[in-house]
């Protein structure tokens, strides 16, 4: 069994770390050091809150996610899946109703991984994933529109609808030289790999953007005309004022930063197991992405998770064990104290050009497409999803998502749940599955369960008392396709059973595994039948039959 909790840190030392290996991880985490920066002032502000938020997080998370996480390679802090939420959350509670979100969504992520449940929440559907990710990426695109064309407006709505409609009638005020930064940080983003893949294409795009407003003197956004002047020191810790109604008040975003964090945590972790050929600890990397929530929110920052282009750029550039995460929260530390000065000369368009490019790598629309093309229980719960996100709120989508994915796969599990009666013959070459090829007296009727016996199937017990012929004194129940049987299963069957015995007919059970037969045995159904009428073979009930006749 997978430990509860034991960083891969502690693995890496324990087997030997060679010299070699930490030149390489050294390497590794300066490179991915200098790929996090722009990302994490770019989502910290179009998340609403002060660049240096999103230094501070990727400094304290992602070392704490290397230092105490579950996989080799991981590489934590903010993403952009959560610009979205974090935006939500400080429209509705502001920016100490996010901090205090952030630390309850690491304690809850702590408490999945002390449950044990890292590998269930690899279970959730994978329509879901594509439909909140795809919203997420469409509404990060859209909320960068404004900063991308230098737009002059007012504080643009919350809801989708609203800052569409603001935005069509805002165009008027185009500035077009920052479209032409942003355009060209697109370009950049995109092309530069051709070029070298070891410097970032997003960092060239802000150098050479500041460069061109500082010689050109062109009059754009930036970092500095927004926020001011960029902190370029490490707040201390500060646990916020907590009483039991802001508990309750937060429960909910905090719920949905600790399912988002969970799932695009262990997403990325399974990413990096098939770049590397390794096997991560799930619930050690949910206790990790905890604490390094709780201690995000401490400091003033956002919420963090693994990131899974920085964690790619990693093992490209020969990071294999979390020396490397440790080093790039090193170096981001070094260019906040050190560089961020500079940093507000970055034009807000570059940044926005940068974030487009981010969204359309996240909304995943190949998969969006491929899965319009499967079942139209997929199609409904990614539709939902997606518009949702969109629409409503991510929160409610996860939410809705979940129960209406869970509702149809209940409904999937009853559907190929089936009771069918099995005639017997002695002559003749037809072989259906539902002939058997066994002489049985008249009054024997043999029915067949399959599949599992849950609160989804009630009206199939219905179905096989109602088709049971009263000349009959003895039903064969054939269960070899029944893999489980829940309360509500136990109940109804029982329920059915009773009947049978009321009507004096003998029932007998055959190919019962040994989960199910336990369950029968808990709720005293073998009492109820008589022990001696439960057979682990079909073959062996019959012969038993004709054996007393």
């Keep these: 069994m997978e430990p509860l909790f034991l960083p891969k840190l502690v693995t890496v030392l324990k087997k030997g770390y060679t010299r070699e290996q930490f030149t390489r991880d050294v390497m590794a985490g300066v490179i991915v050091g200098i790929v996090a920066l722009p990302l994490a002032i770019a989502f910290a502000i179009a998340s609403g809150v002060g ?60 408490l999945f991984g002390l449950l044990r449940l890292g590998a269930v929440i690899r279970f959730i559907p994978y329509p879901l994933t594509v439909g909140f990710t795809s919203g997420i990426a469409l509404l990060i695109f859209t909320t960068q529109i404004k900063d991308f064309f230098g737009l002059q407006t007012a504080d643009l709505p919350a809801d989708f609808v609203g800052k569409m409609g603001v935005l069509a009638t805002s165009f008027g005020s185009i500035s077009w030289a920052a479209l032409a930064i942003g355009a060209m940080s697109i370009l950049i983003t995109v092309f530069w790999n051709r070029v070298t893949t070891r410097i970032p294409g997003s960092l060239i795009a802000l150098i050479l953007s500041v460069v061109l407003v500082a010689i050109s003197g062109v009059e754009v956004e930036t970092i500095g005309s927004k926020f001011g002047e960029i902190s370029a020191s490490v707040p201390t810790p500060s646990f916020p004022n907590i009483s039991w109604d802001l508990i309750v008040q937060h429960i909910a975003p905090a719920f949905t930063i600790a399912m988002l964090g969970a799932i695009e945590s262990l997403l990325s972790a399974v990413v990096a197991d098939g770049m590397i050929g390794g096997r991560h600890r799930s619930n050690t990397e949910l206790i990790a992405q905890g604490i390094a929530n709780i201690g995000s929110g401490l400091f003033g920052g956002i919420p963090a998770t693994g990131a899974i282009a920085r964690t790619a750029t990693n093992v490209k550039n020969g990071g294999r064990t979390p020396v490397s995460g440790i080093v790039h929260a090193i170096v981001l530390l070094v260019i906040m104290l050190f560089a961020a000065k500079w940093a507000k000369l970055i034009p807000l368009s570059t940044l926005a050009g940068i974030l487009m490019v981010v969204a359309y790598n996240m909304s995943e629309w190949r998969s969006f497409k491929s899965i319009l093309k499967s079942s139209r229980y997929d199609v409904l719960v990614l539709l939902t999803a997606f518009i949702l996100t969109v629409i409503v709120d991510l929160t409610v989508a996860i939410e809705v998502g979940m129960v209406l994915a869970a509702i149809l796969f209940m409904k999937r599990m009853a559907d190929v749940g089936e009771v069918k009666q099995m005639v017997s013959y002695t002559k003749g070459d037809r072989k259906d599955p539902e002939i058997l090829d066994v002489d049985l007296p008249k009054d024997v009727e043999v029915f067949e369960i399959s599949g599992p016996m849950f609160f989804g199937v009630a009206n199939k017990f219905k179905e096989l008392m109602h088709r049971t012929a009263d000349k009959s004194s003895i039903i064969i129940i054939r269960m070899r396709n029944v893999p489980m049987i829940d309360a509500t299963g136990i109940y109804n069957f029982k329920t059915m059973l009773s009947d049978f015995i009321h009507k004096q007919k003998q029932v007998i059970l055959s190919g019962v595994n040994d989960d199910v037969h336990k369950e029968l045995k808990r709720n005293e159904i073998d009492t109820l039948i008589g022990k001696e009428n439960i057979y682990s073979s079909f073959d062996e009930a019959v012969a038993e039959v004709k054996k007393n006749r």
């Design 51 to 110: 660049p240096e938020k999103g230094l501070i997080t990727a400094v304290i998370a992602g070392f704490l996610i290397s230092l105490l996480g579950g996989s080799r390679v991981q590489i934590g802090g903010p993403t952009g899946a959560f610009v979205v939420i974090v935006a939500s959350i400080i429209g509705a509670y502001g920016i100490d109703g996010l901090i205090i979100s952030t630390i309850m969504a690491g304690i809850i992520l702590v």
